[in-house]
Every structure is written in structure tokens, then in C-alpha cells.
């Protein structure tokens, strides 16, 4: 049975090296690729592939909230993360998302082409580089949860940071510049932050950008 993939990294190179690795391997098909987080929510819809690969740090929408909103329409994509980062910050914010697998982006290939059978079968994957990371997390004394924005103000938080403007902001997520305002204001009431580079830091210091990736 052949196994639908779907790639999903802002840059073209590395999408190229995936699907070489990925098409190596018997049964297994790239169906389409996307360049960023909303062009991945779009092409999962219309393609419905079985396995997506998600670059976890893309501007405009990043892998986190790309794969919570794939997930919420299509629980049967299974989400590999692949990320230069080793951060817990990042690995636990993409299961926490509903990913099933998480990579480094200098694995070799045979990892690859093993997380993607084990999330086909419906198992987790986490690179063993990584893993001691997730089991430090859970066995750490529980901390603070950050301040909880709804998914539609951690979209603008991120586009904020990644200095959009809000007629910039409203014309990419379709709305008033005034909606995009009054989101803005609540952002900056619910985190107590009222400036641009406060308002960056913290969207870093939580992954929703890192703006060097």
C-alpha cells in the first residue's frame, strides 16, 4: 500500500533532499510540498496525505501552530517536526501540538525513513539525540504555565514579531486592520508586554519564531 508524504520547509534545497530519501524507498510517494505553515493547512485538505514532514520554525505560520490546526481538521495526519533545534521548548511544543514524531535536520536517512513508518503505524518517534530531553522535561518540578493566547493571537504575536504591521497583518490572515488591533491589545493586557521588542522576545522565548531559521 502506498504511503501519501507531504514536505513542508521554507527552503527549496531541503525540501529537494527529503523527497530524494523519501522516494528511495519502496512505497512511499511525496504528494505535494508547501513553503510555509498556511500553504501546508490548504494542500493537507486537498491532498489528505498519510504522513506530513513540518519544518517547526517558518514565518508567517510556524510548524506548532500549522500542525495543532492540521490536526484539529484531520486527526489521521500523522506530523513528523524537523528542526535544527534540539530545545525542549520546541520538542515538547510540537507533541503537545498533536505531532507524532520529532527530528533533527541532520538526521540521516534511515532515521527519517523509520520515523515515518513508525508514525504510519501509529507510534511516536523521537530521535534518540533527543529524547533524554523529553524524559528531563517530564521529570522536572512543574513550572509556571506562560500566559495562554488563543491560536488566533498567537498567529498575530508571531507576525508582530516578525515586523508585519497590522494592515500587513490583516491583509494575510483576512481581516480589519481594526480586528487586527483590538487582538493586538489583548495580547499586550494578557502578557503585560506594551512594546514591539518585549512583544519579540517573548514570542522567541515561547517558539513561536526564532527569526534565524
Not at 500553504?39 to 485538505?45: C, N, T, V
Not at 499586550?188 to 512583544?199: A, G, R, S, V
Amino acid at each position: 500500500m502506498e504511503l501519501k508524504i507531504m514536505i513542508v520547509d521554507d527552503h527549496k534545497i531541503l525540501r529537494d533532499g527529503l523527497r530524494n530519501m523519501i522516494e528511495k524507498y519502496p512505497n512511499f510517494k511525496v504528494v505535494g510540498e508547501a513553503t510555509d505553515g498556511r500553504e501546508a493547512l490548504k494542500l493537507s485538505q486537498s491532498l489528505k496525505p498519510d504522513v506530513v514532514i513540518m519544518d517547526v520554525a517558518m514565518e508567517g505560520l510556524n510548524g506548532v501552530e500549522a500542525t495543532q490546526q492540521i490536526v484539529q481538521q484531520s486527526p489521521e495526519i500523522k506530523i513528523i517536526g524537523l528542526s535544527m533545534h534540539s530545545n525542549k521548548r520546541f520538542i515538547l511544543g510540537m507533541f503537545k501540538a498533536g505531532a507524532y514524531g520529532y527530528l533533527l535536520k541532520d538526521s540521516d536517512s534511515s532515521e527519517l525513513i523509520e520515523a515515518i513508518k513508525k508514525v504510519a503505524q501509529n507510534k511516536k518517534y523521537i530521535s534518540q539525540r533527543i529524547s533524554g530531553a523529553i524524559v528531563d522535561e517530564l521529570i522536572s518540578p512543574t513550572r509556571k504555565e506562560e500566559t495562554e493566547l488563543s491560536q488566533r493571537e498567537k498567529e498575530i504575536l508571531q507576525l508582530i514579531a516578525e515586523g508585519k504591521s497590522s494592515k500587513e497583518i490583516a491583509e494575510i490572515l483576512f481581516l480589519s486592520s481594526k480586528t487586527v488591533d483590538s487582538h493586538r491589545k489583548n495580547i499586550m493586557d494578557k502578557l503585560e508586554l506594551y512594546n514591539i521588542p518585549d512583544l519579540t522576545k517573548y514570542a522567541i522565548k515561547t517558539g513561536l519564531t526564532t527569526l534565524d531559521d
